[in-house]
């Protein structure tokens, strides 16, 4: 007869260590799970990617502002300097006329004190005394009134000057910030991308030309995107901004092979004849502000409520703009984006 043995209960130890195991087991499973997150679709990429492009173009259209800034003043602080520059000469001169008067009067019978004041390098505190100028000959008060006025110009000039640098350097650290946080945006915005296939990136910038086709299809550019007929210089310049289809788009740029937004509709519209502002924001104002019922092709069309994308009315609800650096220079549906107003020019 067989022998049946109860199983001997595990022990306290045994028990210990199967709990750690299990304990051990869930941990790296769900430290696994973690560590391998669902990978985002081609379609979740591309909206992400969108909203970065957007993100840096707002801190682009900010940096274009802030670099016209810094042009601006470094050429008044240039005009100031010559300006400084031209009248440090022209009190040389007066200063030397009247040293000729003084060495005329030295020769004629001696040089009275106050002319040795006044050709001190500190005249002005001595000139403020009536008593002096009652001891001057006429022409030796005209000259030294003269001195005088200029002094204080240039004086005014240099703390001008002064003013302005102190500006540019402040100019200069908010270009450089804002540089940096687009760059930071684009570079975010090509990490996500590196997250796709080779395939999907091509796919994405395949979908894009396509749409981009249909654009130009719907406003009437043809199947090689030749120009939409438009009147007067809006006309011309959308004709001209065409000639740019399929460059690159990119941060600050002004053509002539990449451009942003701002940069080519303020280049479009000099082609045709007209300067305009080169930011979003100054462009809006260029012009009388228009609704979508009214436009024309070539008119302004301003997009996002902070206005930090511009393009031009290509007709039939279609833009043409620099569009972000994976569509870049190209027709698109005006639907795509939140149309705010448009601006005719001129």
Known sequence: MASHRRPKPPTRTRVSVLTALAT????????????????????????????????????????????ERQDQLEK?????????????????????TL?????????????????????????????????????????????????????RSLAQ???????????????????????????AKLADAQALLNTLTADERSQLKSDAAKDGQ?????????????????????????AAAITQKGDRYHMGDTGPDSWDCSGLTQWAYGQAGVDISRTTYTQANDGTRIGMSELQPGDLVFFYSDL?????????????????????????AMKNMPFQFGVRVG
Not at 224 to 233: D, H, L, Q, Y
Not at 315 to 328: D, E, K, L, M, R
């Open 24 to 67: 051990a087991a869930v941990a790296l499973s769900s430290q696994s799970a973690m560590a391998a997150p669902d990978k985002p679709s081609k379609d979740e990429v591309k909206s992400k990617v969108d909203a970065l492009y957007e993100e840096s173009e707002q801190a682009t259209e900010k940096f274009n502002g802030a670099k």
């Open 76 to 96: 008044e602080i240039s005009q100031l300097q010559d300006r400084v520059a031209r009248g440090q000469d022209e009190l040389n001169s007066l200063r030397n």
């Open 157 to 183: 000039q240099r703390q001008e000057a002064t003013g302005k640098l102190a500006d540019l350097e402040a100019v200069r650290k908010e270009l450089a910030e804002k540089k940096s946080a687009a760059q």
């Open 99 to 151: 040293g000729s008067m003084a060495t005329a009067q030295y020769r004629g019978g001696g040089l009275d004190q106050s002319v040795l004041l006044l050709l001190s390098d500190d005249p002005d505190g001595y000139l403020d005394k009536a008593s002096t100028l009652q001891q001057l000959s006429g022409k030796q008060v005209e000259a030294i009134s003269k001195i005088q006025a200029k002094q």
């Open 214 to 238: 249909a654009a130009a299809d719907a406003a009437g550019g043809g199947a090689k995107g030749g120009a939409v007929k438009g009147s007067g210089r809006a006309g011309a310049a959308l």
């Open 308 to 332: 930090h994308h511009v393009g031009l009315y290509a007709g039939n609800g279609q833009v043409f703009h620099a569009s972000n650096p994976t569509g870049g220079v190209r027709y698109e």
